[in-house]
T-cell receptor, first 116, second 117 residues
Framework: AQKVTQAQTEISVVEKEDVTLDCVYE???????LFWYKQPPSGELVFLIR??????QNEISGRYSWNFQKSTSSFNFTITASQVVDSAVYFC?????????????FGSGTRLSIRP | NAGVTQTPKFQVLKTGQSMTLQCAQD?????MYWYRQDPGMGLRLIYY???????DKGEVPNGYNVSRLNKREFSLRLESAAPSQTSVYFC????????????????FGEGSRLTVL
């Protein structure tokens, strides 16, 4: 069965600090995708990244970076030099493999607060 | 561009009443989803439809039914609403190939806030 665990319920840091959001997943599929979404206070869900299970290269996009490690079933998200606009709830998500092609489940989310 | 449209945006029901949440997407996506969001629980998958004509249970399907009316529309029905179904409901859609791992980003509607008294 698929499962996504985001153990950090809430994180609060001061602006310009670096912060890492943890995501641990469980799946029996060999092919799957991992995602991160952002939900700002306005409530909409914003796609940040997709990573497939065969690509363990880390990815960097501006102040955002993602570390995917299959050995520990983790897909962590780091924000460098955080800004107040980064305050949001962040969700990690996992797709099914070929046996459950379109099934995408989410973790419980991490609420990130950036203090000025 | 409309994207994913959900109606109604707000609804108050009494216990035992029934209602249907409507969802339509105009992006020609194959897959559609219904999630509920509750404080501290994240987004939980209720039902999904990998393609027109198919529906599958998600993590929390009890108390709900769905209909994939056509490629554009995916409705969620509460036959006998209960207070535990008070939540914000999100419809989403994505491109996906039947039989392949979903590669697409999810596009979400704005959400429907349902209160069951």
């Amino acid at each position: 069965a698929q499962k996504v665990t985001q153990a950090q319920t809430e994180i609060s840091v001061v602006e310009k600090e670096d912060v890492t959001l943890d995501c641990v997943y469980e799946t029996r599929d060999t092919t799957y995708y991992l995602f991160w979404y952002k939900q700002p206070p306005s409530g909409e869900l914003v796609f940040l990244i997709r990573r497939n299970s065969f690509d363990e290269q880390n990815e960097i996009s501006g102040r955002y970076s993602w570390n995917f490690q299959k050995s520990t079933s983790s897909f962590n998200f780091t924000i460098t030099a955080s800004q107040v606009v980064d305050s949001a709830v962040y969700f990690c998500a996992l797709s099914g493999g070929y046996s459950s092609a379109s099934k995408i489940i989410f973790g419980s989310g991490t609420r990130l607060s950036i203090r000025p | 561009n409309a994207g994913v449209t959900q109606t109604p945006k707000f609804q108050v029901l009494k216990t035992g009443q029934s209602m249907t949440l409507q969802c339509a997407q105009d992006m020609n996506h194959n897959s559609m989803y219904w999630y509920r969001q509750d404080p501290g629980m994240g987004l939980r998958l209720i039902y999904y439809s990998a393609s027109e004509g198919t529906t599958d249970k998600g993590e929390v399907p009890n108390g709900y039914n769905v209909s994939r009316l056509n490629k554009r529309e995916f409705s969620l029905r509460l036959e006998s609403a209960a207070p535990s179904q008070t939540s914000v409901y999100f419809c989403a859609s994505s491109e996906a190939l039947v039989g392949a791992a979903n590669t697409g980003e999810l596009f979400f509607g704005e959400g429907s806030r349902l209160t069951v008294l």
